[in-house]
């Protein structure tokens, strides 16, 4: 049971809340029990968000647990920060890449996003890291292009990320993905890199047409 | 266009670089052409690049960074990267990234701390890490 509290958003967000405070044990059972005590399941955790009833026996929860009344209204203030950031997921965003620092402004966005999406330190840094590299490479070898990022709910909540261009395409793309081709400039890692660092990854390619990669990563469940 | 600079302190002669900003690109290369000329004009003990104030480094500035310890190297001069943090470590691991040749300690105190003892007791260290490097060239390897 415990896992499907994470499954979602909201879910995931509340449990990255309370692990600043508790054991991820001590914050899935705080969950689980707010939840059975305010009658609502998974689902409707993430239709319909946190409400007062639910931030109620949180609360009584995070008093339970809290080792002394600091701790308790520093989780508290959390909480109810949370409680307005997931009134509704964060909105799409579409950075155009276009001079070099548009690479640093794509992988802020991602990191952004990820954070709203309830991934946790390590997981927005490999994103905005993913995002830098296909950034690099568009302004690298295409000149300009453009990122888009958006949040997916399938097979779990999640990021998804674009990367468009109308360059000269990559003619090698299996000996690049396959990690058998090497260049001097690191590209071949950069795509590589990229496709490890997400659970799901394809690249569509012509020369002389320009690159689309389609990336998206997921949410633990 | 930004005018950031990254300083490079001097202290009892050692060169500290402390990167304390979101790197980009160029900054990154202008830090590699200040170090060099840095290490010319000051020929210090040891070089410190302290990055815990990066929170994202991808391949490109992971290899650029690997390039001026290796640069310093060269030039006889021993070279620590510290504070590559968490999930900065995890982050370039999954990707296949290397640091080979460079060493690494986990912040600022540590590396100063390995400079001091540095000189003989690693003097064979240095001459494996060099081979390394340069059997490498500057080029960007995958663990796998």
Do not use: W
């Not at chain 1, 001590?26 to 029990?33: G, L, N």
């Not at chain 2, 830090?31 to 994202?56: F, M, N, Q, W, Y």
């Not at chain 2, 290899?63 to 060269?74: C, D, K, N, W, Y």
């Not at chain 2, 003097?123 to 059997?135: H, I, Q, R, V």
Request: some cysteine.
């Amino acid at each position: 049971m415990s896992s499907t509290v994470a499954n979602g958003r909201v879910g995931a967000m509340l449990l990255r809340v309370l692990g600043a405070s508790f054991s991820p044990m001590t914050s899935r059972a705080i969950v689980r029990s707010a939840m059975t005590q305010a009658g609502r399941d998974s689902e409707d955790l993430e239709r319909l968000g946190v409400d007062g009833a639910l931030l109620g026996h949180l609360l009584r929860g995070v008093r339970f647990y809290a080792p002394d009344p600091t701790h308790a209204a520093r989780c508290r203030a959390a909480l109810e920060d949370l409680l307005q950031a997931a009134a509704e997921p964060p909105p799409d965003v579409m950075v155009p890449i276009v001079r070099e620092v548009d690479i640093v402004r794509a992988r802020q966005e991602a990191r952004t996003i990820a954070a709203a999406i309830g991934f946790d330190h390590t997981g927005q840094v490999k994103i905005a890291t993913a995002v830098s590299e296909l950034a690099r490479n568009i302004f690298r070898y295409a000149s300009t292009g453009k990122i888009e990022l958006s949040t997916v709910e399938r097979p779990s909540v999640g990021i998804r990320i674009v990367a468009v261009d109308h360059g000269p395409g990559i003619a090698n793309i299996d000996a690049v993905l396959s990690g058998s081709y090497r260049s001097k400039t690191g590209m071949g890692l950069g795509l590589l890199g990229c496709q490890r660092l997400m659970d799901a990854f394809e690249v569509d390619t012509a020369v002389g047409r320009g690159t689309r990669v389609v990336a998206s990563k997921h949410l633990a469940r | 266009m930004s005018t950031t600079t990254i300083p490079i302190i001097h202290l009892r002669e050692l060169l500290i670089v402390s990167v304390q900003t979101e790197l980009s690109d160029s900054l990154v290369e202008t830090l590699k052409d200040d170090v060099s000329h840095e290490i010319a004009a000051r020929s210090p003990r040891g070089l410190i690049v302290e990055v815990s104030g990066v929170e994202i480094f991808d391949s490109y500035i992971a290899a650029s960074i690997r390039q001026i310890a290796h640069v310093a190297r060269l030039m006889g001069v021993a070279t620590v990267v510290a504070g590559i943090n968490a999930a900065m470590a995890i982050t370039l691991v999954e990707m296949g990234m290397q640091m080979s040749g460079v060493r690494t300690a986990l912040n600022l105190d540590a590396a100063v701390n390995m400079l001091e003892r540095a000189k003989e007791e690693h003097a064979e260290e240095d001459a494996a890490l060099l081979a390394t490097m340069l059997g490498n060239d500057s080029s960007l390897e995958s663990l796998s």
